[in-house]
């Protein structure tokens, strides 16, 4: 790739712009938090006020949202190891050996926390942050003790001020996630009826991309219902309402990719002022259910509820009526369109049938009764497995993680090398400020080359626009009162950003710090010194992911490639085995093997655009990739759409006809998964449609008689996807080794 494209891709992903709303509020609580002990230092001259400010700084900064509960646990967490380690560090700090050697233990430790998840990950990064700061000055029995429960205050005080000075509501977190779930489907809606009307193939493209989004919004309103739910005496009807709420979501997301999938094989609408009766009739109701799911989300975001909701309005008749119409013209094709028009009504009436249940449950949130609201029927809910016990939680993670493969084992002692690295090299170079260096260094570290650059790159220059930033406000405002005004704008607008940008709250963090410590100690010059010792602590980072268990994503992006697979194949299994069934735990089945697959393709997207920020290959190369990721969404999509279409057509010669189909189709890309994990070129691609030896001939007809049904249409939809499945995956084999340059 010519290097001005890679640098120009490069840029593109330091100004990236994340999906997601600057937090003012959070910004707001950590700019008092920190901004407060200050204040009280000004007055009372304790030393301990500045470890109170760091405290409570980054105890709001743990704080991500969701539940009271879990929020308390990880503020508390970060409070109560975050004022030991201050003390361990400041006494062990007196040698630069053992200094050395305590920061490598400690922050490995650390770092070894991301095995228990991405909160106590979290918790782990900025207690490593607090060792690099204590142990950069050292201090005997009192002060050290003195300075631990200074981290303590700050961050008692952090956490009352974001738990208890606010209303204390334990649903509020999972009102705005399912709030937030309902609107993004309310927007997949929209954007199917947009890409309907347009009738092109880069509309449902851009529809298969969404999926992602969609199933991660889900995902995390289930954590947040989780979270309050698990430990409660008894259960509320505001949580059983909010659960079916929550199921309806996911029920409505599956039947929203089968629509989408029935529409887009449905073919052009036609063009403008000929277009297709019912595809306008079809568009209209997806119209409804957007303004419909949109005014869902209000209600259950608005505490004290609101009016009962009126029903998602359309005409089912007039839909049907239309198909009738639309088909008078004869022929084979036509009589195609029409049978998949008719699936899609039955998928509307669904949708409709989904939203009404929602629509009856939203306003009842504030009900005083606990009466649980009626959930969704079609689909039984899987039973909530177990939770395993404690000691399972604690040494399980460690048993599977103590071993010398382990990513996470290899991180942390990358990350607790890096920082005693760091503090060698101030100790060595006697640099003042020195922590600055270790806690770069900690903060970029991340498991993946990719991620570690581009945060490092990020860090490097946000710092020196803030460091730009600061000496400009140094050299025009010298009053201390004015100072901190400003840091509190600075603090408040670069926590705010965080969620949108780490390079533009590097850009207000650097200001917010450099002032408040020129403040502290009256040298006005330290700006350079944070600039240089970012430049330095970013160099450490970078070579250490590169030297020490370097890791690309190449490598790692096969295994996450064939799980997505795996995951389409037992999609389709289900798929195959709910078809017209009456058994109670078939759409069950059905719907945990879609979340799974939802999940796998997801994850191995991220893997995916880890690998696209470590490449130094064409561009071309990573086409194939891309197809893998969107042919892997759409077969399950397709799996879905026909595992919602029997009707009373699912005799049992045409589900045998189906198994057979689902053996050949599951083979075939179980050897693809196979092929990805292995890097080596697929088999070629079996006849999906010819019989099985004993079959004797009762077969599926291939591919150009299969118009006549839309069962048969549907089988040959799949296997055309998994044919270019079998292509992708064929065209990346031989350029796997040049996909990147980790």
């Not at 700050?154 to 738990?163: D, F, P, S, T, V």
């Not at 048993?399 to 060595?428: D, I, K, P, Y």
């Not at 040298?523 to 690309?552: E, K, M, Q």
């Not at 449609?689 to 150009?704: H, L, M, N, R, Y």
Request: glycine share 10%.
């Amino acid at each position: 790739m010519p290097s001005r494209e890679r640098t120009l891709r490069l840029l593109k992903s330091i100004a990236h712009i994340e999906p997601a709303r600057p937090s003012l509020k959070s910004g707001l609580r950590a700019a008092v938090a920190a901004l407060v002990p200050v204040l009280v230092g000004q007055a009372v001259p304790v030393h301990a006020t500045s470890w109170a400010t760091l405290g409570g700084f980054l105890a709001t900064v743990a704080d991500k949202g969701g539940s009271y509960r879990a929020r308390a646990a990880t503020m508390g967490a970060l409070t109560v190891v975050g004022a030991l380690a201050a003390v361990v560090m400041a006494l062990a700090g007196g040698s630069p050996w053992t200094a050395t050697i305590a920061l490598f233990v400690g922050v490995s430790a650390a770092g070894f926390a991301r095995v228990y998840g991405a909160e106590a990950g979290s918790v782990g990064g900025l207690v490593a942050i607090i060792m690099a700061a204590s142990i950069a000055a050292p201090a005997d029995g009192a002060e050290a003790l003195a300075r631990g429960a200074g981290v303590l205050a700050g961050g008692l005080w952090a956490m009352a001020l974001g738990l208890l000075l606010w209303p204390i509501r334990p649903y509020r977190p999972v009102r705005v996630a399912v709030a937030a779930c309902y609107r993004a489907l309310a927007d997949h809606a929209a954007a199917l009826e947009d890409a309907s009307r347009r009738g092109e193939e880069a509309g449902y493209h851009a529809l298969v991309q969404r999926h992602a989004t969609l199933r991660a919004a889900i995902e995390a309103a289930r954590a947040a219902l989780g979270g309050v739910r698990r430990g409660r005496q008894g259960e509320s009807g505001r949580g059983e309402r909010l659960l079916v709420l929550l199921q309806d979501a996911d029920q409505l997301f599956g039947t929203l990719v089968a629509l989408a999938d029935t529409l887009e094989a449905a073919g052009d609408p036609g063009p403008p002022g000929r277009r297709s009766e019912a595809r306008v009739e079809a568009e209209r109701a997806l119209a409804a259910f957007a303004r419909s799911a949109h005014e869902v989300a209000r209600v259950v975001e608005t505490e004290g509820g609101g009016p009962r909701l009126q029903p998602c309005a359309w005409d089912e008749q007039a839909l049907r009526a239309a198909i009738a119409r639309d088909a008078r013209e004869g022929g084979r094709a036509a009589a195609m369109t029409r049978s998949r028009l008719l699936h899609a009504a039955a998928l509307l009436a669904l949708l409709r049938e989904y939203l009404r249940v929602a629509a009856e449950t939203a306003p009842t949130l504030d009900d005083n009764d606990d009466s649980p609201a009626e959930g969704p029927q079609r689909e039984p809910a899987a039973a909530t497995p177990s939770e395993p016990k404690l000691r399972d939680r604690v040494l399980g993670p460690l048993r599977e993680n103590l071993t010398a493969r382990s990513l996470s084992l290899r991180h942390a002692l990358r990350v607790g090398l890096a920082a005693a690295v760091g503090l060698a090299v101030s100790h060595g170079f006697e640099l003042r400020r020195g922590y600055w260096i270790t806690i770069t260094a900690v903060s970029i570290l991340q498991p993946y080359t990719g991620a570690t650059v581009l945060k490092g790159l990020q860090r490097i220059a946000g710092t020196v626009l803030g460091g730009l930033l600061a000496a400009g406000i140094a050299a025009v405002v010298h009053d201390p009162l004015g100072l901190l005004a400003l840091v509190f704008v600075l603090a408040t607008v670069g926590v705010a950003l965080l969620p949108v940008n780490y390079g533009a709250f590097s850009a207000f963090l650097t200001p917010t710090f450099v002032l408040l410590a020129e403040l502290s100690s009256g040298d006005h010059h330290l700006t350079h010194l944070r600039v240089v010792n970012t430049l330095i602590g970013g160099a450490i980072a970078l070579a250490a992911i590169a030297l020490v268990w370097p890791s690309p994503e190449r490598d790692r992006f096969p295994e996450h490639m064939a799980q997505a697979l795996r995951a389409a194949r037992e999609t389709l299994a289900r798929a195959a085995a709910a078809y017209g069934s009456e058994q109670a735990g078939a759409e069950a089945a059905l719907a945990a093997a879609r979340r799974d697959a939802g999940l796998a393709t997801s994850n191995a997207e991220a893997s995916f655009q880890r690998l696209v920020s470590e490449s130094r290959g064409a561009s071309e190369a990573l086409e194939p990739l891309m197809t893998e990721l969107t042919y892997t969404r759409r077969v399950v999509a397709s799996a879905v759409a026909l595992a919602s279409s029997p009707g009373p057509s699912a005799s049992p010669s045409r589900r045998e006809e189906l198994a057979r189909f689902e053996r050949r189709a599951g083979r075939a890309l179980e050897d693809l998964a196979e092929a990805v994990a292995e890097q080596r070129p697929p088999a070629p691609l079996p006849d999906l449609f010819a019989p099985e030896p004993g079959d004797e001939g009762a077969g599926i007809e291939p591919a150009p008689t299969t118009l006549g049904t839309l069962f048969q249409a549907q089988l040959d939809r799949v296997a055309r996807q998994i044919t270019v499945l079998h292509a992708a995956v064929s065209r990346a084999t031989p350029a796997a080794p040049e996909r990147s340059g980790g």
